[in-house]
């Protein structure tokens, strides 16, 4: 009988390790300089800058896309259609682009790269 009951104790073990498998949500955080060199290199990606407007407004990597951290939530953004393409994403110092970039990743975005913060860029900037 223990026999059995150390059987089937390992195959409830067995399915519940197998069966409830976490789908993959996560983002590649990488550093400035790899930022500007996959800007220089890839075609077809978005700079997605998620300070608030006013930051945004003041100073911002030239053809950012602001999509503020706070208003990203649970909800489809219309201006990011694609899921799968590359989307490199900064803010201040980096809490927020780190914020928003899991985010990114549970809403199912597969190509997404953090790499901290404007106030570590060396490269051209706008204002609006």
């Given at each position: 009988?223990?026999?059995?009951?150390?059987?089937?104790?390992?195959?409830?073990?067995?399915?519940?390790?197998?069966?409830?498998?976490?789908?993959?949500?996560?983002?590649?955080?990488?550093?400035?300089?790899?930022?500007?060199?996959?800007?220089?290199?890839?075609?077809?990606?978005?700079?997605?800058?998620?300070?608030?407007t006013?930051?945004?407004?003041?100073?911002?990597?030239?053809?950012?896309?602001?999509?503020?951290?706070?208003t990203?939530?649970?909800?489809?953004?219309?201006?990011?259609p694609?899921?799968?393409?590359?989307?490199?994403?900064?803010?201040?110092?980096?809490?927020?682009?780190?914020?928003?970039?899991?985010?990114?990743?549970?809403?199912g975005y597969?190509?997404?790269?953090?790499?901290g913060?404007?106030?570590?860029?060396?490269?051209?900037?706008?204002?609006?």
């Amino acid at each position: 009988m223990k026999k059995y009951i150390m059987i089937l104790v390992s195959i409830i073990m067995i399915m519940g390790l197998t069966g409830c498998e976490k789908k993959d949500m996560s983002y590649t955080q990488i550093s400035m300089e790899e930022a500007v060199a996959m800007m220089a290199t890839e075609e077809n990606y978005i700079i997605l800058d998620v300070r608030t407007t006013e930051e945004f407004a003041e100073k911002h990597i030239p053809n950012a896309v602001n999509i503020p951290n706070e208003t990203i939530g649970s909800e489809e953004l219309a201006e990011l259609p694609d899921k799968n393409q590359l989307i490199l994403v900064y803010c201040r110092s980096g809490n927020r682009s780190k914020q928003a970039s899991e985010k990114l990743a549970a809403l199912g975005y597969t190509n997404i790269y953090e790499f901290g913060g404007i106030n570590n860029w060396t490269g051209e900037l706008e204002n609006e």
